[in-house]
């Protein structure tokens, strides 16, 4: 078994958002150098852009939601969602490539090929609600890679997103759900306006949702208690097999977009502390996906410091 697989291809840098969006080409660029500069890493194992399949997708969106993308394309270069979220010549292909190759690695790590994976691509997925495009997002990445785990066999399906933007499309596909345990940490009050701690899941999913709000001007210790002490009662309780992170890097004190004051080693630390979770209860199965991140030299500096610890350079022996 190898120790780990990226998904990470000059592909997803041909979503074009136009002039002066901040979810732009470069950000998934600046990713890639990164990882690239360092050499264990760069010689390891790539999935390569893998068409998502449309049963995939409807395991988590309705077909009105997939035929709407569908009909805007034909349109590209298309605005939708009010302004925000951008569909341009290509984009749909790559969305959906985007989408498949998150599922075909969780696949590869639940089968035992692979331990553990990170997939930096755009566009970034967990706004995308099950009948709603928005926040940038088309299809959301995180949940149709945790349904294609379900489908496999998993039983309990941890996400953890600790993008600064709560990941309301990811907590409105499951929050039904028994069997995937979603918890949020994100600041509030921030777009797109949801994520209380009183959102705790509906019916049969009651308690599967677990969100951590924090203030504006929280930092690591905020940040870290949310993820570590604050979380861990509900995972130790659920017993994940899979352990899937939306990996957002917008909570950085330097992000643009936000408010919070997240330094670089705190998604190292952030990453042991995920990391923990798998290897105590899911075999150390466990897949990052980048979500947000919006100023370049952070985004870069977490993603290395997050793979230091969820992927280090020099891995173990295959097993």
Known sequence: MSDFAFVL???????????????????VAAVRRAVEAVPEWRDAPRIDPTPVSREALERVHDSAHLERIEEAAKTAPVVI????????????????????????L??????????????????????????????????????????????????????????????????DIFERDPSVLFASV????????????????????????????????????????????????FVDDFKPQFVLISAGFDAHVRDPLANLEVTTPAFRQAATILRGYADKHAEGRILSVLEGGYDLTALAEGTVAHLESLVPAKAPAAS
Request: aromatic share 8%; charged share 20%; glycine share 14%.
């Open 9 to 27: 291809d000059p592909l997803y840098e041909t979503h074009d958002t136009g002039p002066g969006h901040p979810e732009r080409p470069e950000r």
């Open 81 to 104: 969602d009010g302004g925000d979220t951008v569909l341009g010549v290509g984009s749909l292909d790559v969305a959906k490539r985007a989408a498949g190759s998150i599922a075909e």
């Open 106 to 171: 969780a696949a590869r790590i639940w089968d035992g090929t692979y331990r553990a994976g990170f997939a930096a691509v755009r566009p970034p997925g967990h706004h995308a609600e099950r009948n709603r495009a928005m926040g940038f997002c088309l299809y959301d990445n995180v949940a149709v890679a945790a349904a294609e785990l379900r489908a496999r066999g998993a039983d309990r399906v941890l996400i953890v997103d600790w993008d600064v933007h709560h990941g309301n499309g990811t907590q």
């Open 186 to 233: 994100h600041q509030s009050p921030l777009y797109p306006g949801t994520g209380a701690r009183s959102e705790t899941g509906i019916g049969a999913g009651e308690g599967f949702t677990r969100n951590f709000p924090l203030l504006p001007g929280s930092g690591d210790a905020e940040f870290l208690d949310a993820l570590g002490p604050q979380l861990a009662p």
